[in-house]
């Protein structure tokens, strides 16, 4: 499509794009941002080749944006993010605009895009962030577009320039005028606007004027910082035109300059002027100087003047300083060899300017602080580039006393000297690493006065108070002091943050100090840094302290951290870092915890590069490395020599010194080193992280396992110990993270896969258990919440939440960054995500409780006594375990029992789902190890559903208990989960099993109660299944009642049921009791109630005969039912499957039941052997093979074997019924298993040839084929014995008629000549050069009627057994 198609393709693209906007998609979240870059990629690389298509398409896209009506501050955001998108994209096409794009694509660019472009810049509103970014973001979308297209830009100036030549209005329309600030710049291009401004200048009004004096100096600006190279070359090879242009200019504006109100307006311009004539600035530094120049020398007397206050005018004074500072940083831009003149013009006014601008007892202010601030920053920065070592200024600035606009506009300074280094000369930072010390106090102060000022309590006082006075007079405000100087120091300690964040070594330097000052140091602010990461109220403050933390974890910067001792710091500093962090995530104090474990992964791959590097320094530093006791459950240090443990007491103060860093932690962890605190808090965090519902944290907490492998991989080479003794569980964290690369599928799917890893962690830790625990607890509060939500509704309807301000805004605005059910307060069941949280903790527990139950299992939750030995030998195998009450205070046991009670949860509103997935988590992700105390729990609240004389409490609360108990019991059966095999057979189900059966028997016969019956003979059938890892007191007895129970419900309502649904219900409660039954009566012997020695004998043989004659009841009821399908139709194909297979169920019935009692049954049922009804004798045939089958011997049977039993046998099995029915053959299809069905269909086939019966045997066959077919489609495509006759038939007749008939026509074209040279292909892309493809096709045809031909003629030789398949099926389908 994009080769034939281009418009339509690129068009496609941009609606895509159109499409994915927050305006139109909503709020951003993970995947939409994802996907909308990747659309902005993708129009990025499409306009390299269709340019115009593109541009063209953004433009009416930011057009529809703009014209959007929109209401409401979330509709505002999405508008505002779109814009910034679609402006973005605009830049970065037009950045890598072709070279040759045609004239018409400018005329589009300057008639559609530059008007809506110019509409940011102009309609921009002063103290509104969103436009201030907007015209950012505009102005660099012109600043590109005028890269490559700048006359169609500089037309509109210059077409605006004329107009305002003519008109007579005061108050213009200057807005044009003012793009000049914002567009690309060379020097040829800064010609030709000054030329036109010279050409135009006179005749424009004062207004224009001023607007073009303001825009021409922007314009230089924009020219010096992207082209540094021409104008460092202007002062090498001076240029006699741009100087006569800028000397022409100078002349005019001096003459407009004829008040001092015009003066102040137009020196900035005049000093620029000036300084792109280099020759004239040599010139009047002469002592005698021509006429001409003597208003540039003039004009530099003025403008010292002022500076030094001599001037009389505080506007001139402080333009003077405008000018002055111009001149210094443009004089940063030329070599001192090239013009040294300049300097000495610099230097004959920098002093008088510094003490004009960093004069602590008068700040320097012109009533709008941001512009004197961005002055001062100029100054500073150029000083030092002047003179880094002349610092009197930054002392100034440095000092406590001075105001605290003097400490921001030093630190942005130093951050604009780190980052911005465009030329070789400019000295570097480090001339300022000597005041680390002073920088260091400014941000431990700073920091101090910000989060006080936020109305928290700071977590540790680290310096003594530094006052800061600042007079707060420019601000326009009517704020109260407290929260000005607030948010004065709040924009400080950002600032610093950056500046951390830029050069971590300007804080980290420590001349001169020894090994434990400089821990100390260090430790402190990385301490301050990490108090700013949860920082709510704070976001851009946090966000930067992430990443100066980053890059203080960086290489290079954690060697600065103590030179002297760089692993015990490292540990020490490091472990504090992680500890704080990850306690505040486990509490869910942090808004964007997403963003924060993204990070905090980085900072784990750091520590691991770290440790990598200092392998083997780090064996002499072992004393922080820890092992695993695994038996206790928790870590136990080894190798502890250092001189003073890690106190982490609630209100710890940070202390200077080797060891002594702490930071705010929990109580009762008093003496425990701090690193294992640290890797406990972190397993605790990345645990937690798990139940989640967002699947982004999920898996970015399934990634950071990887990082605690590799640390233990690393720790563990250097100590040349097992991983496992760093890491218990390093298997399954290794598989935790492997998951996390590839799952890409849904929430539920996740959440499955991360309980299955959480049932195979073996081993306790202190961090699994802790985290257990603590979900579990914020568990109970959220099941608390959501069982009395109705009652948190006020009277109004209005839903009550408690939850902080800092809540409510983040559930809005972040949308579930934060966890709502388990952080207090009331819940809003409407939120989706609350509800799933609760869901994923319940699983989270039921996975991760076995290792907690293992922990405690030294408190004597419980003694287990697994099965040994053969089955029959189990009856001594039961579990030793205490009581429940005993179990009642240990957490896992609280948990279990809640569960119980949520079994029946009858909430109105989410008692459906609670129930449900209880019921999923409690079958399919229980742990095994919790099995037996659910098994006991589960036995001692059924036994109470029955009175003091075993009569049942029929209520619908016990049978909905009943209902979940059955539906559980069978799917943590069904679950074949590892480990599970362990722990099924240490607590008996043969109590709860049969009460169940005795509660559900007095059900009744209403469509519920047959569905729960039914569910409970699939639960015994799947019991049984499980019968080697289960344990039973008296197995025996047990299945015997069991025998008794089902077989009641067999038969019991089906004939007399009157609605077909309700019909077809009791023949699947017939179907479920029969295979429940078939799976008892496996090598059951019975065993009556009562009796002994013969009377015994007797009851037994007359307990057979009760079973026996009800299952041949059952085969004739079957068979009736079955002939009146037939008659009636109806729903027959149904029916006819569900008799077969209850049929075949009854069969098998009667062979176990037989073959575990031949002592006592073969009397009753030999003689049905001999029965006058032919189906009878046939189901007695399946039951003696079943019997045979299953190795029951009869001594008999070797004395009544005649000579000719093979004769007698191919006439027992080839036998026919009156009416063509085959007994014996159907009857082994029935019975014969499906691997076995290949060597059944050549023996039926061959018997049935040889007595000329092959067509009865193909009818009956594909007879009962077509019956049970759900569909003409799926008619003989199955793996069914009939398939398999058919198969067998073709093979063995029409072998020797395919090769008589095909040999012949293959060695034709093989062997003779004509057709040697002869090619068949047809398929254009594979002839051969010399080949013709008319020509082959005419080959093909030919030969293709040849056999065609020889087919049709061969209808006589047509084998006859294959004649007859093709018959039965045509007339058989003829009949469907």
């Known amino acids: 499509m994009a080769a034939h198609k281009p418009v339509e393709w690129v068009q496609a693209v941009v609606n895509r794009f159109d499409e994915q906007l927050p305006i139109k998609a909503g709020q951003q979240n993970t995947h939409t941002k994802v996907s909308t870059e990747h659309n902005k990629e993708c129009l990025i690389n499409i306009s390299k080749y269709k340019f115009s298509l593109v541009i063209s398409g953004l433009t009416n896209i930011l057009k529809n944006v703009n014209n959007m009506r929109i209401f409401g501050e979330t509709a505002e955001k999405n508008l505002y993010l779109s814009q910034l998108i679609i402006l973005d994209t605009l830049e970065k096409c037009l950045a890598g605009q072709p070279k040759d794009t045609m004239r018409l694509d400018e005329t589009m660019l300057v008639k559609q895009l530059l008007p809506e472009i110019c509409h940011f810049i102009h309609t921009y509103r002063e103290g509104n962030q969103h436009a201030a970014e907007l015209r950012n973001s505009a102005s660099g979308v012109l600043f590109s577009l005028s890269c490559n297209n700048f006359n169609a830009v500089f037309s509109r100036i210059s077409t605006r320039l004329q107009e305002l030549t003519v008109c007579s209005e005061d108050n213009a329309d200057v807005h044009d005028i003012e793009l000049l600030q914002y567009i690309s710049v060379d020097c040829s291009k800064l010609k030709r606007l000054l030329q036109e401004t010279v050409f135009k200048f006179k005749a424009l009004k004062k207004v224009a004027q001023l607007a073009v004096i303001n825009s021409l100096e922007k314009a230089f600006w924009n020219w010096v910082e992207n082209y540094p190279d021409e104008f460092t070359k202007l002062y090498q090879t001076p240029q006699t035109d741009m100087a006569d242009c800028a000397e022409k200019l100078f002349d005019l504006v001096d003459g407009f300059a004829e008040s001092t109100k015009r003066k102040a307006a137009v020196w900035p311009l005049q000093i620029i002027l000036l300084v792109l004539c280099p020759e004239i600035i040599q010139d009047i530094a002469k002592d005698v100087v021509e006429e001409t120049k003597m208003n540039k020398k003039l004009f530099l007397d003025n403008l010292r003047k002022a500076l030094a206050g001599h001037s009389g005018s505080r506007q001139l004074t402080e333009s003077a300083a405008i000018a002055c500072v111009k001149l210094c940083k443009a004089s940063t831009y030329i070599n001192w060899e090239d013009n040294s003149v300049i300097f000495l013009l610099v230097q004959s006014m920098v002093v008088d300017l510094k003490n004009l601008l960093f004069n602590p007892s008068k700040p320097f202010s012109r009533g709008n602080q941001n512009a004197d601030v961005d002055l001062m920053i100029d100054c500073l920065v150029s000083c030092f580039r002047i003179n880094p070592h002349n610092n009197q200024h930054f002392k100034i600035c440095l000092a406590q006393n001075s105001p605290s606009t003097f400490h921001y506009v030093l630190v942005n300074s130093l951050h604009r000297i780190i980052t911005n280094s465009a030329l070789d000369w400019w000295p570097k930072i480090d001339a300022v690493y000597c005041h680390s010390m002073e920088l260091r106090s400014m941000f431990s102060e700073t920091l101090h006065k910000a989060i006080q000022g936020c109305g928290a309590h700071p977590a540790i006082r680290m310096t003594p108070s530094l006052t800061f006075k600042e007079k707060m007079t420019s601000l326009k405000f009517k704020e109260k002091p407290t929260d000005l100087e607030t948010r004065s120091y709040k924009f400080l300690l950002l600032s610093l943050v950056k500046l951390i964040h830029a050069d971590p070594k300007l804080l980290l330097c420590n001349p001169r100090k020894q090994g434990p000052e400089t821990q100390g140091s260090t430790a402190e602010l990385i301490t301050g840094l990490v108090q700013l990461v949860p920082q709510s109220s704070m976001p851009d403050i946090a966000q930067e302290a992430m990443e100066a933390l980053l890059v203080l974890h960086q290489l290079d910067s954690i060697d600065l951290w103590n030179p002297d001792a760089p692993i015990e710091t490292f540990w020490e500093i490091s472990s504090q870092m992680l500890f704080y962090i990850c306690k505040k995530l486990t509490s869910h104090q942090m808004l964007s915890s997403t963003e924060i474990l993204k990070w905090l992964r980085e900072i784990l791959i750091c520590r691991n590069k770290f440790l990598l590097k200092n392998k083997q320094s780090d064996r002499s530093s072992c004393h922080f490395l820890f092992l695993y006791d695994v038996s206790g459950g928790g870590p136990s240090q080894i190798s502890l020599d250092h001189e003073e443990m890690i106190r982490c007491a609630p209100g710890a103060t940070l202390r200077k010194g080797k060891g002594n860093s702490s930071m705010e932690s929990t109580a009762g962890c008093s003496g425990t080193p701090i690193c294992r605190q640290a890797q406990t808090k972190l397993e605790v965090a990345l645990y937690m992280f798990l139940w989640s519902p967002d699947i982004e944290a999920v898996l970015v907490a399934m990634s950071c396992f990887r990082h605690l492998c590799e640390e233990a991989d690393i720790r563990c080479g250097v100590d040349e110990v097992s991983v496992h003794n760093f890491l218990p569980n390093y298997n399954t964290f290794m598989e935790f993270a492997s998951v996390s690369n590839m799952m890409s599928t849904g929430r539920a799917a996740l959440q499955k896969r991360v309980m299955a890893l959480l049932r195979r962690i073996e081993h306790p830790t202190a961090g699994n258990t802790e985290a257990w625990e603590d979900t579990h607890a914020k568990w109970e509060q959220a099941t608390k919440l959501i069982l009395n939500y109705p009652k948190t509704k006020m009277e109004d309807g209005q839903v009550t939440m408690n939850f902080s301000v800092t809540e409510s805004l983040h559930k809005t605005i972040v949308k579930r960054r934060m966890s709502h059910v388990s952080g207090g307060g009331s819940i809003d069941l409407s939120d989706t995500d609350s509800l799933q949280e609760w869901i994923n903790m319940t699983g989270f527990l039921c996975a991760l409780g076995g290792v907690c139950l293992q922990h405690r299992s030294n408190a004597g939750l419980a003694t287990y006594s697994p099965p040994m030995g053969p089955v029959n030998e189990r009856k001594g195998s039961m579990v030793s375990m205490?009581?429940?009450?005993?179990?009642?205070?240990?957490?896992?046991?609280?948990?279990?029992?809640?569960?119980?009670?949520?079994?029946?949860?009858?909430?109105?509103?989410?008692?459906?789902?609670?129930?449900?997935?209880?019921?999923?988590?409690?079958?399919?992700?229980?742990?095994?190890?919790?099995?037996?105390?659910?098994?006991?729990?589960?036995?001692?609240?059924?036994?109470?559903?029955?009175?003091?004389?075993?009569?049942?409490?029929?209520?619908?609360?016990?049978?909905?208990?009943?209902?979940?108990?059955?539906?559980?019991?069978?799917?943590?059966?069904?679950?074949?989960?590892?480990?599970?095999?362990?722990?099924?057979?240490?607590?008996?189900?043969?109590?709860?099993?049969?009460?169940?059966?005795?509660?559900?028997?007095?059900?009744?016969?209403?469509?519920?109660?047959?569905?729960?019956?039914?569910?409970?003979?699939?639960?015994?059938?799947?019991?049984?299944?499980?019968?080697?890892?289960?344990?039973?007191?008296?197995?025996?007895?047990?299945?015997?009642?069991?025998?008794?129970?089902?077989?009641?419900?067999?038969?019991?309502?089906?004939?007399?049921?009157?609605?077909?649904?309700?019909?077809?219900?009791?023949?699947?409660?017939?179907?479920?009791?029969?295979?429940?039954?078939?799976?008892?009566?496996?090598?059951?012997?019975?065993?009556?109630?009562?009796?002994?020695?013969?009377?015994?004998?007797?009851?037994?043989?007359?307990?057979?005969?009760?079973?026996?004659?009800?299952?041949?009841?059952?085969?004739?009821?079957?068979?009736?039912?079955?002939?009146?399908?037939?008659?009636?139709?109806?729903?027959?194909?149904?029916?006819?499957?569900?008799?077969?297979?209850?049929?075949?169920?009854?069969?098998?019935?009667?062979?176990?039941?037989?073959?575990?009692?031949?002592?006592?049954?073969?009397?009753?049922?030999?003689?049905?052997?001999?029965?006058?009804?032919?189906?009878?004798?046939?189901?007695?045939?399946?039951?003696?093979?079943?019997?045979?089958?299953?190795?029951?011997?009869?001594?008999?049977?070797?004395?009544?074997?005649?000579?000719?039993?093979?004769?007698?046998?191919?006439?027992?099995?080839?036998?026919?019924?009156?009416?063509?029915?085959?007994?014996?053959?159907?009857?082994?299809?029935?019975?014969?298993?499906?691997?076995?069905?290949?060597?059944?269909?050549?023996?039926?086939?061959?018997?049935?040839?040889?007595?000329?019966?092959?067509?009865?045997?193909?009818?009956?066959?594909?007879?009962?084929?077509?019956?049970?077919?759900?569909?003409?489609?799926?008619?003989?495509?199955?793996?069914?014995?009939?398939?398999?006759?058919?198969?067998?038939?073709?093979?063995?007749?029409?072998?020797?008629?395919?090769?008589?008939?095909?040999?012949?026509?293959?060695?034709?074209?093989?062997?003779?000549?004509?057709?040697q040279h002869v090619s068949f292909e047809v398929d254009p892309t594979r002839l051969e050069p010399t080949e013709s493809l008319e020509e082959n096709q005419r080959s093909l045809l030919q030969m293709t009627e040849k056999f065609f031909h020889a087919i049709i003629n061969s209808s006589s030789e047509f084998p006859p057994q294959l004649r007859s398949v093709c018959h039965c099926l045509y007339q058989l389908i003829r009949r469907m």
């Open 882 to 1315: 205490v009581s429940t009450e005993g179990n009642a205070e240990t957490p896992v046991s609280k948990f279990i029992d809640r569960l119980l009670t949520l079994m029946v949860c009858n909430h109105e509103k989410v008692g459906l789902q609670i129930r449900t997935n209880i019921k999923d988590l409690v079958g399919l992700e229980l742990s095994p190890a919790l099995y037996p105390m659910l098994f006991n729990k589960l036995k001692n609240t059924i036994s109470k559903f029955f009175d003091s004389q075993g009569q049942v409490l029929l209520t619908e609360t016990n049978t909905q208990f009943v209902e979940q108990t059955i539906a559980i019991m069978k799917n943590l059966l069904d679950n074949h989960t590892e480990g599970s095999s362990e722990h099924l057979g240490q607590a008996s189900i043969e109590t709860m099993m049969l009460n169940l059966v005795r509660y559900v028997r007095v059900l009744g016969n209403l469509v519920h109660a047959i569905q729960i019956k039914t569910k409970l003979c699939q639960l015994v059938e799947v019991m049984m299944e499980r019968r080697d890892d289960l344990s039973f007191c008296q197995e025996m007895k047990f299945r015997n009642k069991m025998v008794e129970y089902l077989t009641d419900w067999v038969m019991g309502t089906s004939n007399q049921a009157t609605d077909e649904d309700v019909k077809c219900l009791t023949r699947d409660l017939d179907q479920a009791s029969m295979e429940a039954v078939v799976s008892l009566l496996a090598g059951l012997p019975l065993q009556p109630e009562e009796g002994d020695g013969v009377e015994l004998m007797e009851a037994k043989s007359q307990l057979f005969l009760k079973y026996f004659t009800l299952f041949m009841n059952l085969l004739n009821d079957c068979s009736e039912v079955e002939d009146e399908s037939a008659q009636t139709g109806g729903r027959k194909r149904g029916m006819s499957r569900r008799l077969a297979s209850l049929r075949h169920c009854t069969v098998l019935a009667m062979s176990n039941l037989l073959n575990a009692n031949v002592d006592s049954g073969l009397m009753h049922s030999i003689g049905l052997g001999y029965h006058k009804d032919l189906q009878t004798r046939a189901t007695f045939m399946e039951v003696l093979t079943k019997i045979l089958q299953q190795g029951t011997e009869f001594d008999t049977l070797a004395e009544t074997v005649l000579a000719d039993r093979f004769e007698r046998l191919v006439e027992l099995v080839t036998m026919m019924g009156d009416q063509g029915e085959l007994p014996i053959a159907m009857a082994l299809a029935n019975v014969v298993p499906c691997s076995q069905w290949d060597e059944l269909a050549r023996v039926l086939v061959t018997l049935f040839d040889s007595r000329h019966l092959l067509y009865q045997l193909l009818w009956n066959m594909f007879s009962k084929e077509v019956e049970l077919a759900d569909s003409m489609q799926t008619l003989f495509r199955g793996n069914s014995l009939a398939s398999k006759i058919m198969t067998f038939c073709f093979k063995v007749y029409g072998a020797t008629y395919l090769q008589k008939l095909l040999e012949p026509l293959l060695r034709t074209v093989i062997t003779s000549p004509e057709w």
